[in-house]
């Protein structure tokens, strides 16, 4: 038993049993991986995936009892080479972070300055996606955190931490007829044009999830993953646009008003992840108190070793 075939099982599950793509990704070729997988499968006594000829089409019963095991190995021995890094230099490293735009954008800026400060020989992997690709990337160890709104907390192998909230605001050119109104509804805002974000992107769901708990359509007709993107095209004149508060640059003059949108959307709470049981490294504790105060090493470090709800 060796942990290429370790990882060549627990990648065939990954890809969804497409050797071509688990040879990609392990750097090696799709016999090659079809080899390991056979040869722990005699060792073990057991087939572990099911197949139709000589491609695999799933977990048998017990490989689905196996391969948990494989990704405690696996972990333990991630764990084991992240602690040996951390005890022989605990200031050097790559910490990579995978987020979204805005935060990228809007928010990691000063934390990430201030770390620097702190750790100038840790390097910075910011890697930016949608929440589900940022959980994906945290749970394969290709990101050591996750940096996203509320979804980061349906993965049963993520701990999460609420960090902070926020709430969208509502973005117009200077002439645009809505300045003129007291309140603006989710009526008003339905009667025009709306450019705002991708569905999955920065509590998209909330949007839409208020326009059809009031009955209303809505003509959403250009979206983005960019904050700025949206407000260029706000202020080209295609739209109302609805965009995140941090988006906001108080002192930048780019002909556009932005109104306050609290009363019309629910808030937003942007929530950091890590791989349960994962080991973290010293200078990825720093950053994640840098980026949330209120969370001390202790309570994250209890909660990272807390079995699976």
């Known amino acids: 038993m060796n942990f290429q075939q370790l990882r060549s099982i627990r990648e065939a599950s990954r890809r969804g049993f497409n050797l071509t793509e688990v040879a990609q990704v392990l750097f090696t070729s799709q016999p090659g991986v079809s080899r390991q997988i056979r040869e722990l499968e005699d060792e073990l006594g057991v087939d572990i995936f099911e197949r139709n000829g000589k491609r695999l089409t799933g977990l048998t019963e017990p ?55 702190t750790f100038p020989e840790v390097r910075i992997a910011l890697q930016q996606s949608s929440p589900d690709h940022i959980a994906e990337w945290v749970l394969s160890g290709k990101a050591d955190i996750g940096i996203a709104t509320e979804g980061l907390s349906q993965f049963k192998d993520l701990v999460s931490f609420a ?14 007829p809505l300045l003129h109104k007291k309140v603006i509804t989710l009526e008003d805002l339905s ?3 709306l450019i705002t974000y991708d569905v999955g992107f920065t509590g998209r769901s909330h949007i839409d999830a208020a326009f059809t708990d009031a009955g209303l359509s809505t003509d959403i007709v250009l979206t983005a993953m960019d904050s ?15 965009v995140a508060s941090m988006a ?4 930048r003059s780019n002909g556009l008003r932005a109104l306050s949108a609290d009363h019309l959307f629910s808030p937003n709470v942007t929530r ?3 791989r ?7 200078y990825t504790f720093d950053f994640i108190r840098q980026f949330a105060p209120e969370l001390s090493r202790e309570h994250i470090r209890r909660a990272i070793i807390e079995p699976s709800p």
Request: charged share 15%; glycine share 8%.
């Open 63 to 117: 490989g689905k009892g196996i391969l948990p095991i494989i990704e405690r190995l696996l972990l333990e021995a991630e764990n084991l080479q992240q602690a040996g890094n951390d005890y022989s230099d605990q200031t050097r490293g790559t910490l990579a972070i995978a987020t979204t735009h805005t935060q990228a954008r809007y928010v990691l800026p000063r934390i990430v300055q201030q770390f620097r400060q």
């Open 163 to 176: 960090c902070y909230q926020w709430n969208h605001v509502i973005v117009l050119p200077e002439d645009h």
């Open 191 to 193: 009667n025009y044009p």
């Open 228 to 242: 700025d993107v949206i407000q260029q095209y706000v202020a080209l004149g295609l739209g109302v646009g609805i």
């Open 248 to 251: 906001i640059e108080p002192n």
């Open 272 to 274: 950091l992840a890590v």
């Open 276 to 282: 349960r049981g994962a080991y973290l490294r010293s």
